[in-house]
């Protein structure tokens, strides 16, 4: 299927590995050229050169952290000097530490705050100008299961994800009569270093073995697996293409049937 990506722009966050590196990726397969950004700068720009020899789009490499409003900022202004406007937009970020609510700190969830919504929110804010006047938009949000189906011992993704899932509502609205879409993906329990953590903090808790606690969860998803981040990055860039233009402000789960409600 041709997506109509090639010659687009897409800013990819939190895309030196796991789900944001699998969504680049697919980006560029289809032609987009990218601008990535991740905290470390080394792992960055081995990403960045590994997808720009595997698919020969050009590729920059912008080293900054969402939790900081100012490197937010930078981020988005280095992707306009580097191409002149971005199209695609996929916020992403690492996940906040596992908590319970008296667990987790005053400063806890101000920090997960800050890189969740706050990183999301200043990341639009620069780029939808263009879009609109350009006419053309698409803006992909990497929140969670969490956000249909609540997970134990996770308040923070719990809470602050869901923020950002009513944020993108209400935006895809209001951008829509300009070509504009807002759109959330679901990652379900998917095999990144991420799950990794957050196995052996359950496990811990628990008291059992890692390998229990994988096995009690895949148990619970009717797929029978965990999921592979280049299936969420399949779904992500239809919803960045042409082909996707009447879908908007839609929260899709790619999870293998583990969320049990309707919608």
């Given at each position: 299927?041709?997506?109509?990506?090639?010659?687009?722009?897409?800013?990819?966050?939190?895309?030196s590995?796991?789900?944001?590196?699998?969504?680049?990726?697919?980006?560029a397969?289809?032609?987009?050229?990218?601008?990535?950004?991740?905290?470390?700068?080394?792992?960055?720009?081995?990403?960045?050169?590994?997808?720009?020899?595997?698919?020969?789009?050009?590729?920059a490499?912008?080293?900054?952290?969402?939790?900081?409003?100012?490197?937010?900022?930078?981020?988005?202004?280095?992707a306009?000097?580097?191409?002149?406007?971005?199209?695609?937009?996929?916020?992403?970020?690492?996940?906040?530490?596992?908590?319970?609510?008296?667990?987790?700190?005053?400063?806890?969830?101000?920090?997960?705050?800050?890189?969740?919504?706050?990183?999301?929110?200043?990341?639009?804010?620069?780029?939808?100008?263009?879009?609109?006047?350009?006419?053309?938009?698409?803006?992909l949000?990497?929140?969670?299961?969490?956000?249909?189906?609540?997970?134990?011992?996770?308040?923070?993704?719990?809470?602050?994800?869901?923020?950002?899932?009513?944020?993108?509502?209400s935006?895809s609205?209001?951008?829509?009569?300009?070509?504009?879409?807002?759109?959330?993906?679901?990652?379900?329990?998917?095999?990144?270093?991420?799950?990794?953590?957050?196995?052996?903090?359950?496990?811990?808790?628990?008291?059992?073995?890692?390998?229990?606690?994988?096995?009690?969860?895949?148990?619970d998803?009717?797929?029978?697996?965990?999921?592979?981040?280049?299936?969420?990055?399949a779904?992500?860039?239809?919803?960045?293409?042409?082909?996707?233009?009447?879908?908007?402000?839609q929260?899709?789960?790619?999870?293998g049937?583990?969320?049990?409600?309707?919608?």
């Amino acid at each position: 299927m041709e997506l109509g990506l090639r010659g687009r722009v897409a800013l990819v966050a939190g895309s030196s590995r796991g789900l944001g590196r699998a969504i680049a990726h697919e980006l560029a397969v289809e032609g987009a050229s990218l601008v990535l950004s991740a905290r470390g700068r080394e792992r960055l720009e081995e990403t960045a050169l590994a997808i720009a020899t595997a698919t020969g789009v050009k590729v920059a490499p912008v080293a900054a952290d969402v939790s900081r409003v100012e490197d937010v900022r930078r981020l988005a202004s280095s992707a306009l000097d580097a191409f002149g406007r971005v199209d695609i937009l996929v916020t992403n970020s690492g996940g906040p530490p596992p908590g319970t609510f008296e667990s987790t700190t005053p400063e806890a969830w101000r920090a997960a705050t800050d890189t969740l919504l706050t990183s999301a929110v200043e990341l639009i804010r620069p780029l939808l100008p263009g879009m609109k006047e350009r006419r053309f938009g698409r803006i992909l949000n990497v929140t969670s299961i969490t956000v249909k189906q609540p997970v134990e011992n996770l308040i923070l993704s719990n809470a602050l994800r869901a923020a950002v899932t009513g944020m993108a509502r209400s935006l895809s609205n209001e951008v829509a009569p300009f070509g504009i879409t807002v759109n959330n993906l679901l990652p379900g329990y998917t095999r990144t270093e991420r799950l990794l953590e957050l196995a052996e903090a359950s496990a811990h808790r628990a008291g059992t073995p890692v390998g229990e606690w994988s096995e009690r969860l895949v148990r619970d998803i009717p797929a029978g697996r965990l999921g592979d981040p280049r299936e969420l990055a399949a779904l992500a860039a239809f919803l960045a293409s042409d082909r996707a233009g009447y879908i908007t402000g839609q929260s899709i789960a790619v999870d293998g049937g583990w969320i049990r409600g309707l919608f």
